[in-house]
């Protein structure tokens, strides 16, 4: 899958996600729903942009959940 449409979901799931009150809880439920609606194929080329791009054209609260959670993705 081309890292633009991985950006591209992301960002509109983040968007999603940013407007609960509660950001710690936004970030667990993003990264959540990545886990559990994400590829491991997808999951892992987004870790791979994010690890080599700095997240560079993702939104804030999708580079800080992935971040935070990316630990608790099965390998």
């Known amino acids: 899958m081309h890292t633009e449409y991985l950006i591209k979901m992301a960002n509109q799931i983040g968007t999603f996600f940013e407007s609960q009150p509660n950001r710690e809880q936004a ?10 609606n994400w590829e491991h194929r997808m999951r892992s080329n987004l870790l791979e942009y994010v690890d080599q791009q700095a ?19 099965p390998v």
Do not use: F, S, Y
């Not at 970030?27 to 559990?36: E, G, I, P, R």
């Not at 939104?59 to 630990?71: F, S």
């Open 55 to 73: 997240g560079e054209g993702l939104l804030p609260i999708v580079v800080e959940a992935v971040a935070k959670h990316r630990q608790e993705w």
């Open 27 to 36: 970030m667990t439920d993003l990264a959540k729903h990545l886990q559990n």
